[in-house]
T-cell receptor, first 113, second 112 residues
């Protein structure tokens, strides 16, 4: 079964450092997303990406965040200067179209110390 | 804004029992998705519902898309220990077909 792959599974970083979280979406999917889940809370939308540009972003996705599709297979989330409150599970997802085939990766646990 | 309210928040049941959980909203949804999340893992899609009134099964799981389009339920029959996890309902916002809103989840614990 096709899957969304995320690396690393766990990242620990110092406050103020830059981190890049990586994702390989399902190959025939056209829409890519990042979500965040703070421990014990619900999953929250960060950003969606289609046709090589951001299609929507939430108020959480401020200037410290950026996304990129550097090649035909990877999709990355960069946090420029991490804060303690950025500690969370970050999930990448991809879908064929809209809500169809919406598949999540197993996540990257980011811990900012 | 659109919100999804899930109930119950948690359930602790005996293996073999049936389970029912639901999700309601004050707004209409055109799609309902049910996900299961195991500890430290991402949400895994269990059932997708695209049409009001639709009743769909996936093994021991059955979900229905409410006629009013404001609710959905998920039933699990004959629960087993591996059903333990958090079950989330989710749906795309009406002003967007891309981003999902998630409910707060139902935590299921199964006693062997």
């Amino acid at each position: 079964e096709p899957e969304v792959t995320q690396t690393p599974s766990h990242q620990v970083t110092q406050m103020g450092q830059e981190v890049i979280l990586r994702c390989v979406p399902i190959s025939n999917h056209l829409y890519f997303y990042w979500y965040r889940q703070i421990l014990g809370q619900k999953v929250e939308f960060l950003v969606s990406f289609y046709n090589n540009e951001i299609s929507e972003k939430s108020e959480i996705f401020d200037d410290q965040f950026s996304v990129e599709r550097p090649d035909g297979s990877n999709f990355t989330l960069k946090i420029r200067s991490t804060k303690l409150e950025d500690s969370a599970m970050y999930f990448c997802a991809s879908s064929e179209f809209g809500a169809y085939g919406y598949t999540f990766g197993s996540g990257t646990r980011l811990t900012v110390v | 804004g659109q919100q999804l309210n899930q109930s119950p928040q948690s359930m602790f049941i005996q293996e073999g029992e049936d389970v029912s959980m639901n999700c309601t909203s004050s707004s209409i949804f055109n799609t309902w998705l049910w996900y299961k999340q195991d500890p430290g893992e991402g949400p895994v899609l269990l059932i997708a519902l695209y049409k009001a009134g639709e009743l769909t099964s996936n093994g021991r799981l059955t979900a229905q898309f409410g006629i009013t389009r404001k609710d959905s339920f998920l039933n699990i029959s004959a629960s087993i220990p591996s059903d333990v996890g958090i079950y989330f309902c989710a749906g795309p916002r009406m002003d967007s077909s891309y981003k999902l809103i998630f409910g707060s989840g139902t935590r299921l614990l199964v006693r062997p």
